[in-house]
């Protein structure tokens, strides 16, 4: 069974930063594409970054030169670092992980950005 367990969210101000962890497992992770994406209220899911299992990165245009997306293959984890916040990355952040025959996602951590 697989399993995506996000942690790292919470209350920051403005300008600040949190790092965002997805602990994988079940899984083949190595192989899999893992990606961040959020959900704010009212508004439909959206991509934030996605790393492919050779280390290739996508950024939705809103988070670009801000977040990075890394990989660990060793630890089955993937993160998302954020910097300088703004109040509309407001959301619930969620894990998924990709392969030619699974699409889980996670259960999600909020990130609330007060300005």
């Known amino acids: 069974q697989v399993q995506l367990v996000e942690s790292g969210g919470g209350l920051v101000q403005a300008g600040g930063s949190l790092r965002l962890t997805c602990a994988a497992s079940g899984t083949l992770f190595a192989i899999n594409t893992m990606g961040w994406y959020r959900q704010a209220p009212g508004k439909q899911r959206e991509l934030v970054a996605t790393?492919?299992?050779?280390?290739?990165?996508n950024y939705a245009d809103s988070v670009k030169g801000r977040f990075t997306i890394s990989r660990d293959n060793a630890k089955n984890t993937v993160y998302l670092q954020m910097n300088t916040l703004k109040p509309d990355d407001t959301a619930v952040y969620y894990c998924?992980?990709?392969?030619?025959?699974?699409?889980?996602w996670g259960q999600g951590t909020q990130v609330t950005v007060s300005s």
């Open positions: 790393i492919t299992p050779g280390g290739s990165t």
């Open positions: 998924r992980s990709q392969s030619a025959w699974r699409d889980d």
